[in-house]
């Protein structure tokens, strides 16, 4: 278990918080593209990709620092829902509609790793899942040792009742320690059907970064940062497994009320 903390950001305005937000997103780009070519993040549902699109297809300041290099980028989904990838609860479909398709031509080409759409109307989203995992060992373990993959870059979000990924509370899929990737069938979030990433798999990336905005989020980040009964709610336990690699980046109406100590930048 980590033992530093987090690193809490509040921003006063969606502006702001993309403004950083772009910053921590090239910064973890580039070191990833001096160590090994590529970029290799995985994203979430919810507001997270309007949020990443407001980051990412601001202008550049022309630097080599503020230039995403999109045809390096390997994106894959934090969680996705068992649907057919032009479905409106597609979180794949969703990146494409936010971001994806508004990157202009000169910034490249990402390589996109959706779930298996041959899979997604079995009754067990298992074989989804065993399906990803094996996308991801073709990225991640080119050699046989690899245990876990060690993504640059995880950008989660955190739903009202603490989950992220599709980890939800008090849930067995929390004690999953070999899977890379997990089956959930009865998501309490709709739909129920899901695929997700197993916390080791979070807490074991580069960086890793939550984005929580907004009023209703204030009861549940007050519970993983400040109370102990937060203490095993799913984002408090990425928090807990890897400690300053992770960063929050939320507005101040979602930490309204909050003690723990907060950053205005990077
Ligand atoms: O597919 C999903 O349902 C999401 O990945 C989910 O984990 C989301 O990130 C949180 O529910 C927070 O959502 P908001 O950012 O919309 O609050």
């Excluded at 829902?81 to 509609?97: C, G, M």
């Excluded at 008090?170 to 197993?198: F, Q």
Aim: with cysteine; net charge negative; hydrophobic share 40%.
């Amino acid at each position: 278990m980590a033992t530093a903390h987090p690193n809490l950001f509040s921003f006063p305005n969606s502006d702001a918080l993309a403004q950083q937000l772009r910053v921590y997103v090239l910064r973890a780009q580039n070191t990833a593209l001096n160590r090994h070519h590529s970029f290799r993040l995985a994203v979430s549902g919810g507001s997270l990709p309007a949020n990443l699109a407001k980051a990412l297809l601001a202008p550049s300041n022309g630097t080599p620092e503020d230039t995403p290099q999109f045809d390096k980028w390997h994106i894959f989904f934090a969680d996705e829902r068992a649907v057919p990838l032009d479905d409106e609860e597609s979180n794949y479909r969703l990146l494409k509609d936010e971001l994806i398709a508004k990157i202009p031509a000169e910034l490249g080409t990402p390589v996109i790793h959706p779930i298996d759409e041959k899979h997604v109307h079995d009754d067990d989203p298992q074989e989804l899942a065993d399906l990803y995992q094996e996308d991801l060992m073709r990225e991640f373990a080119a050699k046989d040792s690899v245990k876990l993959p060690v993504f640059d870059l995880i950008l989660l979000g955190c739903g009202p009742d603490g989950h992220t990924c599709s980890l939800f509370p008090g849930h067995e899929l929390l004690r999953e320690k070999d899977a890379w990737v997990a089956a959930e069938s009865n998501s309490p979030k709709p739909p129920p059907k899901r695929i997700t990433l197993t916390l080791p798999v979070v807490t074991h990336a580069v960086n890793i970064a939550f984005v929580a905005t907004g009023a209703g989020k204030k009861e549940i980040l007050k519970q993983i940062f400040d109370l102990d009964e937060g203490s095993s709610l799913p984002s408090a336990l990425v928090n807990q497994g890897a400690g300053e690699r992770v960063s929050w980046f939320t507005d101040h109406p979602a930490i309204d009320g909050v003690s723990f100590p907060r950053r205005g930048s990077l």
